[in-house]
């Protein structure tokens, strides 16, 4: 599972900056989380393939989160996409897609199937599940939990007594929890190991500190956190609904974060190190993002 990050601004970009985008890589699977102006020249700065996005999941419906989606579908109908493309988003982003799909004399040929996102688990794959959850913003907003299911691992010691080392049934026990070997029943729970948990990455969109966020993040391997000011514009921070690095920290370390990098950031900050520094005060494993960085869970 590999995250890079693509835009690490907040509402304007700067010249080392570009607008929210975040990557997300797991197996097969290549989604964006937020997809603002220019994410797809950012994408030139990697080796991640436009044509290869099969999802996008937007947090709330502010320009600077969601305009980069009317480029990103135009360049992918020019590249010839025929493979369907997945939109997530709150309430109205529908008008949005719609707008950019039907954009005069375009015509657009292939799918895109809009999906209304609520409280709870939005989509569900064989190892895999996103979660949207509701922040405090200034408008309705969302943030988003990708958590990979457990892993079932059989016990070889256990399988190689039921001559079923390396057998081809061992993928039917897994999927179907009990086979016959031999004359034998044999059941999933017998021969598996402890279950051991999937990783489990959480991006909180923009939101000011609050409770969703804590729960959301609890025991992740990694949080990524709006972060737009720091302790010298705390007032400011609550008043537009944003979050600042301390008050971030502060919640990773009650949520048992693995790993914290804040995001985000106001264009009044030179060297956003400044916040990081802060919410190391709190919370060593705390870093600031900068675009294109990437980091492997």
Same mark, same amino acid.
């Given at each position: ?109 292939? *799918?895109?199937?809009? $999906? =209304?996102?609520?409280?709870?688990? #939005? %989509?569900?794959?064989?190892?895999? +599940?996103? &979660? ?33 080392l390396n057998h081809p049934k061992?993928?039917?026990?897994? *999927?179907?929890?009990? $086979? =016959?070997?031999?004359?034998?029943? #044999? %059941?999933?729970?017998?021969?598996? +190991?402890? &279950? ?42 609550? *008043?537009?609904?944003?979050? =600042? ?12 974060v693995g790993k914290l990098v ?36």
């Amino acid at each position: 599972m590999k995250v890079t990050f693509l835009g690490t601004s907040g509402s304007l970009p700067t010249k080392k900056r570009g607008q929210p985008a975040i990557h997300l890589q797991y197996k097969d699977e290549s989604m964006l989380w937020d997809c603002g102006e220019g994410t797809q020249r950012q994408l030139k700065h990697t080796d991640i393939s436009p044509f290869k996005i099969n999802s996008a999941y937007i947090t709330h419906l502010h320009a600077d989160h969601l305009i980069g989606l009317a480029g990103l579908i135009q360049s992918l109908q020019f590249l010839d996409r025929k493979e369907k493309l997945e939109i997530y988003g709150p309430k109205g982003i529908d008008r949005y897609v719609e707008f950019f799909k039907n954009w005069d004399h375009f015509n657009l040929e292939f *799918e895109i199937d809009t $999906i =209304e996102i609520r409280k709870g688990r #939005i %989509k569900e794959r064989e190892d895999y +599940e996103v &979660e949207a959850f509701p922040v405090k913003h200034s408008t309705p907003s969302y943030g988003f939990i990708f958590k990979e299911k457990p892993s079932i691992n059989l016990n070889k010691e256990k399988l190689k007594e039921l001559d079923l080392l390396n057998h081809p049934k061992c993928s039917e026990l897994k *999927e179907k929890g009990e $086979i =016959e070997h031999k004359g034998n029943k #044999i %059941k999933l729970e017998d021969v598996k +190991e402890p &279950e051991k948990e999937g990783r489990k990455v959480v991006y909180s969109g923009d939101t000011k500190p609050c409770k969703e966020l804590e729960r959301a993040a609890e025991n992740s391997d990694l949080l990524i956190v709006d972060s737009t000011f720091g302790e010298d514009h705390k007032e400011k921070s609550i *008043e537009y609904g944003h979050g =600042e690095a301390k008050g971030m920290a502060e919640i990773a370390k009650k949520a048992n974060v693995g790993k914290l990098v804040l995001t985000h950031f106001s264009n009044r900050y030179k060297d956003e190190r400044e916040l990081e520094k802060e919410a190391r005060e709190v919370f060593e494993e705390s870093y600031a993002a900068e675009d294109f960085m990437e980091i492997e869970i």
